[in-house]
Nanobody, 123 residues
Framework: QVQLVESGGALVQPGGSLRLSCAAS????????MGWYRQAPGKERELVAG???????NYADSVKGRFTISRDNAKNTVYLQMNSLKFEDTAVYYC?????????????????WGQGTLVIVSS
């Protein structure tokens, strides 16, 4: 069984910072891309940032210059450093990954989601 476990969500004041972490565990053969999505109340889930296995990154326009995604391949972990937080960053943040797991029939590609971690930006 493979799972992604997020941590780091909290209540923070505008202008503050948070660091989210997401660790993948299970019978993983390899991890391709990893990313962070978020869903605010009443809104659709949106991509915040993504990072490939080679380290290439992409960001939503709304977070460019404020958020930084990184990964530690040795720990199967992806991070999201969030600075200069705004009210509109309030959301549940979800970790996502496309990865390969070991099965009796050989490697199998999966898309996996974490359970989400809540970030509230409020004064």
């Amino acid at each position: 069984q493979v799972q992604l476990v997020e941590s780091g969500g909290a209540l923070v004041q505008p202008g503050g910072s948070l660091r989210l972490s997401c660790a993948a565990s299970g019978n993983i053969v390899s991890i391709n891309d990893m990313g962070w999505y978020r869903q605010a109340p009443g809104k659709e889930r949106e991509l915040v940032a993504g990072i490939t296995s080679s380290g290439s990154t992409n960001y939503a326009d709304s977070v460019k210059g404020r958020f930084t995604i990184s990964r530690d391949n040795a720990k199967n972990t992806v991070y999201l450093q969030m600075n200069s937080l705004k009210f509109e960053d309030t959301a549940v943040y979800y970790c996502n990954s496309h990865l390969s797991i070991a099965t009796s029939l050989g490697p199998r590609l999966l898309e996996v989601w974490g359970q989400g971690t809540l970030v509230i930006v409020s004064s």
